[in-house]
């Protein structure tokens, strides 16, 4: 009989479903050695359980960068545009969707591609999942990969998994030492069957049919697997991050849109360029989420003298937003009132009003994949009104639910090509639980740098929330 | 020093810890354990504790003045302080040393949680929320005795606030308010456990006085921490 492919090539033909530019999660076992197999240069960036994202596999013996390991525990070393987070962040990255691909080694798999995690298997009567089930719920494409049989000879792709199940439904390829194996290719979410697509060299269909203790189909497609090393940068280009200019970063917002837009009442975090361009485009009928709905213009915060104020108040004056989602809705002073207030005693807009720190936490929720919330904040008040309430141990909760949006407009200090970002001082306000739950999140910068340029311990917006970046225009330079 | 959260030892930080406290400790796979709060805690007198670390720390071995080739918890394990631990993996998978033989004879209690949801659950905690809803642990074993809620039509679980009495943490610097700086991937489960404790304890490399640090920099706010010991 044909030799089995060795983990080193398993790893191989994983690779081979990676494109550049995507983000990864590796499992522990099997799938920490992707981080290894993977040439540095070909743009594939690794998410390590232990809180690194963009790394690359030490070669045995190496020591890596100071203090970095990866999902394995054992060293890597940082690229550039590296960032490094904590365990509470990396779990909302896969749980918000954030995470294009994760990796995982089940012990077993079933036909509905449901999975036994490796470590669940191998800790008999407790069943540690470790970080499975994260891996397993959060990424939008999940590959398993394991071996096809166990050390006795009984496969571990099976009917139905005869241990604890760490992921329902949720496999989309299997990745063997002998097959590649589709799930449910022509069911949509429905994973109803097992696919044989590919063979190692030497096998024959009817060799997986007999080894797999699982009805499966052989694809009229069927090939040999292919292995071999990705050497050097892959002709598919990265995604380019980097727009040359406000307009075309914002070209394609559509009427009707949700957008977050950075800020808080003082200077520092208005994204100016980005909002002239919206003006400009001319996008109607939006509803703006954010701190303020725009008081700039009342206050002279940050506005150069003898300079328009640029806030929320220019859209509302081009008649673009239909509705505002905010915290300080109305201008400090009575006798002046913002262009929001005017607009809403017209009735031309609504309101839909959130205390400030429930708004960051319903972006945060909305960024980190949570539904809901109960909080405190509220309860008593108007705004509890038309909310469900909850006593939690002798204390008084309202549920709040997560926010997102279509797109994000915030402003930085420095960005690298990548869309790691960081910020200057009170500017960084709402940035890092608005980055995370916009669609698209575009970033006006005051510079663009090249990946490595900025300190990983210091990046506080990690690229993987980042669509756009864009770089701020000197004549805006003046206003702060 | 300023606002007295310097303590001059480990022992002197942890001289508090009382029988049948729950304790967050810090670390994963490969960094951040904070061996020299462990060992304080494993010369101090509590029993009866409860454990809450991540995937990885288990198996963490002390290197200072630790010759018998346990981990630093295993240690504590052995010497029958602990009664409980909660953890998404308590000790390395076929090779459970002194860990899984107490909880297979019945000394130890063990609750398994995903480590995301262990991660939500601190932050609940820390950040002063009643529950949270994720969907974790949809289809799985963990979505027993859950409450489950339909959000935007999205199925998701409902889960409560987890607090501890301590939190053990290591970092690489500090200033003497307590704000914190981590080195590489260090910085793991500092963040949330440090909100999640009613007394968040820090060994660090160094102790700087306020001004010391980046402000930008700074990853756990001082406000989070109440005691720091330098462990150079």
């Not at chain 2, 950040?127 to 935007?152: C, K, M, S, W, Y």
């Amino acid at each position: 009989m044909a030799s089995r492919l060795d983990d080193h090539q398993i790893a191989l033909r994983v690779l081979r479903e990676l494109h550049p530019g995507q983000t990864i999660a590796l499992g522990t076992g099997l799938p920490s050695t992707l981080c290894r197999v993977a040439a540095p240069d070909v743009g594939l960036r690794f998410l390590a359980e232990s809180g690194v994202l963009g790394y690359q596999g030490s070669s045995q013996g190496a020591t890596g960068s100071p203090g970095v390991f990866g999902s394995d525990g054992s060293p890597v070393s940082l690229l550039p545009g590296s960032s490094l987070n904590s365990l509470d962040e990396t779990a909302a990255m896969l749980r918000g969707g954030h995470v294009d691909f994760a990796v995982v080694q089940p012990a077993q798999v079933d036909s509905q591609g449901s999975f036994t995690h490796w470590t669940s298997a191998a800790t008999p009567g407790l069943h540690a999942p470790g970080t499975s089930l994260d891996l397993a719920a959060g990424a939008r494409r999940l590959v398993a990969m394991m071996h096809h049989t166990a050390a006795d000879g009984s496969s571990n792709i099976v009917g139905e998994c005869r241990g604890v199940i760490d992921g329902a439904a949720c496999v989309d390829l299997i990745v063997t030492d002998l097959a590649v194996i589709s799930v449910s290719p022509d069911f949509g979410n429905s994973k109803e069957g097992l696919v044989l697509t590919e063979v190692a060299p030497g096998w024959r269909a009817d060799d997986l049919v007999a080894l797999t203790d699982a009805p499966l189909k052989v694809s009229p497609n069927l090939t040999e697997m292919r292995f071999d090393s990705i050497s050097g940068p892959v002709p598919e280009k990265v995604p380019e991050k980097v727009y040359t200019s406000g307009p075309l970063a914002v070209g394609d917002i559509p009427d009707g849109a949700t957008i977050m837009i950075d800020g808080f009442a003082g200077p520092g975090g208005m994204a100016h360029y980005l909002l002239v361009s919206l003006r400009d485009q001319g996008a109607k009928d939006l509803t703006i989420i954010s701190n303020t709905a725009g008081i700039a213009r009342v206050i002279n915060f940050g506005t150069p003298p003898g300079r328009q104020a640029i806030d929320h108040s220019i859209l509302i004056d081009n008649n673009q937003v239909r509705k505002a989602i905010a915290s300080y809705p109305v201008s400090p002073s009575v006798s002046r009132p913002s262009a929001f207030e005017l607009a809403y005693r017209k009735g031309d807009v609504e309101l839909e009003l959130v205390p400030q720190g429930t708004l960051a936490e319903r972006l945060r929720a909305g960024g980190a994949g949570i539904g809901g919330f109960y909080t405190p904040t509220g309860v008593g008040t108007l705004i509890a009104e038309g909310k469900e309430t909850r006593t939690i141990e002798g204390k008084e909760y309202l549920l709040e639910r997560g926010l997102r949006a279509d797109y994000c407009l915030i402003r930085g200090y420095k960005a690298d090509t990548l869309g790691n970002v960081v910020y200057r001082g009170t500017s960084r306000n709402f940035n890092s639980v608005m980055a995370p739950a916009a669609a698209v999140t575009i970033v006006e910068v005051d510079e663009i740098v090249a990946p490595g340029d900025l300190d990983p311990e210091l990046i506080v917006t990690p690229g993987i929330y980042v669509s756009r970046v864009v770089r701020r225009p000197p004549e805006f330079s003046a206003y702060e | 020093m300023a606002l007295g959260k310097v303590y001059p030892s480990p022992e002197e930080a942890l001289a508090d810890v009382f029988d049948g406290a729950t304790i967050l400790v810090g670390g994963a796979v490969g960094a951040g354990l904070p061996e020299n709060l462990l060992r304080a805690l494993s010369n101090g007198g509590a029993r009866g504790l409860t454990l809450v670390y991540s995937a990885g720390a288990g198996s963490i071995s002390s290197t200072a003045g630790n010759s018998s080739g346990k981990s630093s918890i295993e240690s504590l394990v052995m010497e029958g302080r602990v009664s409980r631990i909660i953890s998404p993996m308590p000790f390395p998978p076929n090779a459970g040393g002194q860990i899984e033989d107490s909880w297979r004879q019945g000394e130890i209690q063990i609750e398994i949680l995903p480590q995301g949801v262990l991660a939500e659950r601190l932050r609940a905690g820390g950040a002063g929320l009643g529950g949270v809803f994720l969907p974790t642990a949809l289809g799985t074993r963990f979505q027993e005795g859950r409450e489950r809620r339909e959000i935007d039509g999205k199925s998701y679980l409902l889960e409560t606030p987890l607090k501890a009495d301590f939190a053990l943490l290591k970092a690489r610097a500090a200033d003497t308010f307590g704000s914190l700086v981590y080195q590489g991937s260090g910085r793991n489960w500092g963040p949330v456990m440090a909100m999640a404790a009613r007394i968040g304890v820090a060994e660090v490399g160094r102790i700087c006085e306020p001004g010391g640090l980046d402000p930008e920099a700074v990853v756990t706010p001082g406000i989070f921490v109440n005691r720091l010991v330098e462990c150079p």
